[in-house]
């Protein structure tokens, strides 16, 4: 999995700044703050999916957090690839010998998301960055772990779910002709 996490964040990028300009033309650390707050709401998604045995839910919420953790990590110049290299998805979800739901480690490491984005806000003498990269790739090894779990070619949902979002903007048909145009120039 982690040899194609780099050409996923290069298809985050490509996509949010096709598809959310106003996000992607934040300044990075009011992006962080609103890639919190996505977290936080798929956090609560997750809860509630458990407590109702929604399987569904906790997939479109485990879907697009994988969104979300693609565009932190290009939104902190982090490559993915290389934090998750080596990491053994099978030890997520084990705290103290005893498996933890995928939903319990998520809202931890959410929690220690916005802690880091927080601690830019009071400008804390906390390494913010650091505490920004090591909490999503902990997301990233949560949702990539539960995907294992559960079955999910996490990619494929990913790619469903971004075309999903894309062909409600009003703009999809012009940005597909433009992307198809660059392909037939690359390849031409």
Known sequence: MAEFLRELQWHQLVHDGDYHPDIASMPPAT???HFALHMAKYAAYLLDADE???ATLAQRAMVDSFAIILAIANTVGQDLSRD???RNFDDRGIVDGVAMPAWRSFVKETGALAKACESLDHIEDLPFKVLMKQSNAALAAVVLHWAGQVDLDIVQAYKVRLRDVEKRSPFD???QRRQSARND???G
Request: glycine letters at 14%.
């Open 84 to 86: 998750l290299a080596g």
């Open 173 to 175: 048909e012009f940005i």
């Open 52 to 54: 109702r045995g929604d």
């Open 185 to 187: 120039n690359v390849l």
């Open 31 to 33: 992006r962080m703050k």
